[in-house]
């Protein structure tokens, strides 16, 4: 366990974390069946001694992200991450490839989007980078499938945010023209 002491002090970690610091994965499989380690869900581990840090905020919707493979958090659930919105994810909303397939499980809104590198990044989670779209993509999205009440409530508190968390309107407008949604009316409306 001496090896991975920088990884212990998060509250999860991934296998190829692990294997950046020389761990090869069948040292995790050992630490798992001797029960220092708790794999959480395919290539994501936890120390078992921080299981009540499993309680964490986030640490359900990290799992769901990466138990689909190619997925991206969005719609409400990166909604709630930015503080744009007052509603409580009951599901965690993962978009993927329109493409791909993959089986819907318990608790994981599967939204299925054409141009999915459109708007994607990558922030960090409870010590986890998880792929995310970004504030302008998800409010556009918002726009496109979700109800106008959470959207334009989004844009309003996008809108009000500090000066360093502040949108990007030149590029929601470029999202919005690349998706087909025209979101003018509401910035008019939210601006003013």
């Known amino acids: 366990m001496k090896a991975i002491q920088a990884l212990l002090k998060k509250s999860l970690f991934t296998s190829k974390e692990a294997r950046i610091l020389g761990i090869h994965p069948a040292n ?68 993927i490839s329109h493409g791909t397939s993959t089986k819907a499980k318990y608790q994981i809104k599967i939204i299925r989007l054409r141009n999915i590198k459109l708007g994607k990044t990558e922030i960090e989670l409870d010590g986890i980078i998880v792929p995310i779209f970004d504030r302008e993509r998800t409010i556009v999205d918002a726009f496109r499938l979700l109800s106008r009440e959470t959207a334009i409530k989004a844009l309003k508190m996008a809108l009000g945010l500090p000066r360093d968390k502040k949108l990007d309107l030149i590029k929601l407008q470029a999202y919005a023209k690349k998706l087909r949604v025209n979101i003018d009316p509401y910035l008019i409306t939210a601006t003013t």
Do not use: F, M
Not at 78 to 88: G, N, Q, R
């Open 28 to 95: 995790l499989s050992y630490y798992v069946k001797i029960g220092q380690l708790r794999r959480v869900s395919r290539g994501v581990y936890q120390v078992t001694a921080n299981e009540e840090a499993s309680s964490l905020r986030w640490g359900d919707l990290i799992e769901a992200t990466y138990s689909i493979h190619g997925g991206v958090i969005c719609l409400i659930s990166a909604l709630a991450i930015y503080d744009l919105t007052e509603e409580i994810p009951r599901q965690h909303w993962i978009a």
